[in-house]
C-alpha cells in the first residue's frame, strides 16, 4: 500500500455510494429535490491559510461563487477567518484537518505542542511537507489527539462545523488515519469526505465501519494540473458537464495572487499564487453561473447534509 497512491486518489474523481436506504429514496429525495437531481456543492479548501486567502473566500462566498468551504486550523490565518465565520452563522464551513506543512518558507505545526504529537513533527519542528514522511511517521493515537485539538479550537473560535475534509490526503495515507478520522466524524456528528473506491481498494474491511447515515458523494472534481492553454474556464465547463445525478463536489483553491500569496507560493506553481486567483476569477464570472444553470445544476451545502445526518442518526438511535 503506498502513500502516495491514497493522496493522489483523493485527488481524482471518485464514486461513492450511499448505504441508507430510506425506502431507496435517493439523497437528493432525502435532502427535498427530484430523485436524480445533480447536486453540487463548490467548496473553497484552505480557508486561514492566509489574508489574501481569506479575502478571497470571503469575495467568492459573498458572490455566491462558492458554497462551502473548509478552515486550516493551525494556519496563522486562520483567527481571522474564524472570526468572520463566527460573524455570519449561516455560512458553510468545515473543517480541513491539517498535518502536512507543504510551503517552502511559509511552515506550520500542530495545534497541540509539539512535545505531545512528536511522531508529526520533522527535524525543523513543523509538520512534514509531503504525505510519503508523515505517513511513515505518524502515530494513529496522536493524529487523533492533534485532529480532536483543531477541530475543538475551530468550536471555541466560533465555528460550528458543517463537515470534514482532508488537507493533502494524509489521513488516507493509512488505513488506521482513516479509522481515526473516521471516529472522529461519528463522535462529533459531522459528515466526511470518504472516497470509497479506495477503501474498497486497499482497506475493505472499514466498508462496515461507515454508519449508513453518511451521505457520500457521487462525483469529487478537482483541477490537479494546468489546464490545456491555461484555459480555465473550459476545464470547469468540462467539470461541471461531468456531473452526475447524485451529490457531486468541485474543489478550488482561491486567493489573490498579490505578494503574500507569491512569497508564500515561491518556487510552488502548482496550486500556487496565480493558480489561485484564477480560481477565483472562475467561480466569480457569470459565465461559469450560466454553465451550471444551463446544466440544471443544484447548488447545496455541507450544512444541509450534516443536518440531515444527524436526524437520521436520531431516528436510527430511537429504534
Known sequence: MKPQI?????ISTVSLSNGFSQNQKTLAERLGYPANAKLLIIHAD?????????????????AGGVT?????????????????VKQHPGLDAGIHTTL???W???KWDGVLPSSRIPSLIDT???FYDEVAPFAKHARADE??????????RAIAFGIDPTHIDNHMGTILARPDLFETALKLAMEYRLPILIP?????????????????????????????AWPKDNNWPEAYKQMVQNLVPGLNEIIVHLSYDNEEMKAIAIDHPDFGSAWRQNDLNLVLNPEFQKILKDNHIILITWKQIRDLMRREMDTLNSR
Not at 486561514?48 to 473566500?57: E, P, Q, W
Not at 493524529?143 to 475543538?152: F, H, N, S, T, Y
Request: a negative charge; one cysteine or more; aromatic letters at 14%.
Open 6 to 10: 491514497f493522496a493522489a486518489l483523493l
Open 46 to 62: 484552505d480557508m486561514g491559510l492566509s489574508h489574501s486567502t481569506n479575502m478571497a473566500v470571503i469575495k467568492a462566498f459573498e
Open 68 to 84: 462551502s468551504g473548509s478552515v486550516m486550523v493551525p494556519c496563522p490565518w486562520f483567527p481571522e477567518i474564524a472570526d468572520y
Open 100 to 102: 502536512t506543512s507543504e
Open 104 to 106: 517552502k518558507f511559509y
Open 124 to 126: 525543523n519542528g513543523y
Open 143 to 152: 493524529v487523533e489527539k492533534e485532529l480532536r485539538a483543531q477541530i475543538d
Open 196 to 224: 470509497s473506491q479506495m477503501i474498497k481498494m486497499y482497506a475493505p474491511q472499514f466498508l462496515e465501519k461507515i454508519p449508513p447515515y453518511f451521505a457520500m458523494v457521487d462525483n469529487l472534481q478537482m483541477l490537479n
